[in-house]
């Protein structure tokens, strides 16, 4: 069983920016596919951004041009910058580990993804 923490998330005015981070217990170099996700009261789980093993990435529509995903691999850690905050970015932004990237990677079911973190929040006044 793989374990994942995130953390650095945070209240942030609109227009600010933010570093999220996920340690992944166990290494990353063992999983395929690396991806952030977020959720809001009155809205589903949606993909932000997914990162490959190759090192391939993929944004949503929604943050696309905002965010960056990246990972340090000798330190196991996955990361999510994003610029420009708006309101509507404010969710609980979760990171996963998946075992093959699809092209609807973004929505549900995520059933390529095995593990999930506990979240952390963001909230943007």
């Known amino acids: 069983h793989v374990q994942l923490v995130e953390s650095g998330g945070g209240s942030v005015q609109a227009g600010g920016s933010l570093t999220l981070s996920c340690t992944v217990s166990?290494?990353?170099?063992?999983?395929?596919?690396l991806a952030w996700f977020r959720e809001s009261p009155g809205k589903a789980r949606e993909g932000v951004a997914d990162i490959g093993s190759d090192g391939d990435t993929y944004y949503s529509d929604s943050v696309k041009g905002r965010a960056l995903i990246s990972k340090d691999t000798a330190k196991n850690i996955l990361y999510l910058t994003m610029t420009n905050l708006q309101p509507d970015d404010a969710a609980i932004y979760y990171c996963?580990?998946?075992?093959?990237?699809?092209?609807?990677?973004?929505?549900?079911?995520?059933?390529?993804?095995?593990?999930w973190g506990q979240g952390t929040q963001v909230t943007v006044s």
């Open positions: 996963a580990t998946g075992r093959y990237h699809s092209g609807s990677w973004y929505k549900p079911p995520f059933s390529q993804y095995d593990n």
């Open positions: 166990g290494g990353i170099k063992r999983h395929n596919c």
